[in-house]
Each structure stands twice: as structure tokens, then as C-alpha cells.
């Protein structure tokens, strides 16, 4: 099956500064990626749509300035958290699908970021 | 934006014992899927059934969908203590590139 990974897995900053999560589809080129949340003890809550070449469109409540998303390849999609604050601390996860395929989607194994 | 509930939120049962989750959605959709997830980890894909399915089967993995009702079920028979996990059911609507949204979810906690 297709592999999608994340990185880095884990990461802890102090509040202010700016976290950057790369998602990669290691085998396949994927037009699409989503990148989602997950905070403790709840489900997946998307977070923004990416496409390859063009802006990321972002769920409602998801402030844009602050989770910057960028999908330079078909390959890699990138969010940063601008002046994290310990509020944004969560489980990030991304997913690609491939071209013209939305019946499956590939999972990352996840960002665990902690924001002290 | 979370597509549906699942139900029961939490269950808990002994090894050998089969366990049953429900998943209901709001929206047409192209598939339904569900997912595992360990404690802390990423998703592992279970079983994805097409809109046009009633039935899908694997391993001691069985899923209905009645889309008239707009629900699924997530059956696993025979439950282990390497069951024990959260189980979530996603769906994809009829439009390529969309995102698949998830319901909340059902931790299951199987004991030996």
C-alpha cells in the first residue's frame, strides 16, 4: 500500500515560537493532502484541504495566518504552527490521496506537538 | 466538521466476546471506512464499503451499511486483548479531493 510519512513524530517548543510538520507520500504523487487534528481523548477534526500548486482551503474556525500550509510538490505538504501557544498542543496528522482516487486515503502516523 | 456519532462511546468485554459498533452519518456519501487507532498512535485502516455495498467481510472483521438509514456497523468477532483500541468510522462524499470526516469514535477495551 501507499506510505505516507510525517515528520518529526514528536516535538516539544516553547510558546512563541514556530513548528514546522512536513507530510511526504513516499510512493505515489498525491494532488491532495489533508491535514487534521486530534487533541486527547477525541476524534479527527480537519483542519484544512491542501492542493498541490494552490492555497490550502481551511475548515471553519481554522485561523489560516496561524497554520500556515504549504503544498510545493506532489509529494510534500508542509503546516507550520506560527507562535504556538500551549492550546495548540495536539496530535497532527496528514493524509494524501491519490490523483483522481478519493476513495482511499493514506495516513501519516502523526505529530505529537507539545507547546510548553 | 464531524459527519456522525458512533455508539456506544466506550465498551468493554471479555476475550472470545464478539463486539458491535455503530456509526451514523448525516450526508450522502461515495464510501464509508473504518480505522483503529492505538492509544497515541496513527490510524490503521480496517475496512473501506462502497455506497452500493450492504456487506463487507474481513478476517473477523464484518461491516454492514444501510444507507437508507444512513448507518453502518463495525462487528468484530472472536475480540482479543489486542482489540483494545479506538475505532472510528469516516466517510467520503461523492466529490473527488474531498476529505474523508470522521465520527467521534467508540473505545473498546477488551479484557483476558
Known amino acids: 500500500g501507499a506510505v505516507v510519512s510525517q515528520h518529526p513524530s514528536w516535538v516539544i517548543c516553547k510558546s512563541g515560537t514556530s513548528v514546522k510538520i512536513e507530510c511526504r507520500s513516499l510512493?505515489?504523487?498525491?494532488?491532495?493532502m489533508f491535514w487534521y487534528r486530534q487533541f486527547p481523548k477525541q476524534s479527527l477534526m480537519l483542519m484544512a484541504t491542501s492542493n498541490e500548486g494552490s492555497k490550502a482551503t481551511y475548515e471553519q474556525g481554522v485561523e489560516k495566518d496561524k497554520f500556515l500550509i504549504n503544498h510545493a510538490s506532489l509529494t510534500l505538504s508542509t503546516l507550520t504552527v506560527t507562535s504556538a501557544h500551549p492550546e495548540d498542543s495536539s496530535f497532527y496528522i496528514c493524509?494524501?490521496?491519490?490523483?483522481?482516487?478519493?476513495?482511499?486515503?493514506?495516513f501519516g502516523p502523526g505529530t505529537r506537538l507539545t507547546v510548553l | 466538521s464531524q459527519q456522525g456519532e458512533e455508539d456506544p462511546q466506550a465498551l468493554s468485554i471479555q476475550e472470545g466476546e464478539n463486539a458491535t459498533m455503530n456509526c451514523s452519518y448525516k450526508t450522502s456519501i461515495n464510501n464509508l471506512q473504518w480505522y483503529r487507532q492505538n492509544s497515541g498512535r496513527g490510524l490503521v485502516h480496517l475496512i473501506l464499503i462502497r455506497s452500493n455495498e450492504r456487506e463487507k467481510h474481513s478476517g473477523r472483521l464484518r461491516v454492514t451499511l444501510d444507507t437508507s438509514k444512513k448507518s453502518s456497523s463495525l462487528l468484530i468477532t472472536a475480540s482479543r486483548a489486542a482489540d483494545t483500541a479506538s475505532y472510528f468510522c469516516a466517510t467520503a462524499r461523492n466529490q473527488a479531493g474531498t476529505a474523508l470526516i470522521f465520527g467521534k469514535g467508540t473505545t473498546l477495551s477488551v479484557s483476558s
Open positions: 510512493d505515489f504523487q498525491a494532488t491532495t
Open positions: 493524509s494524501a490521496s491519490f490523483p483522481g482516487d478519493y476513495n482511499e486515503q493514506f
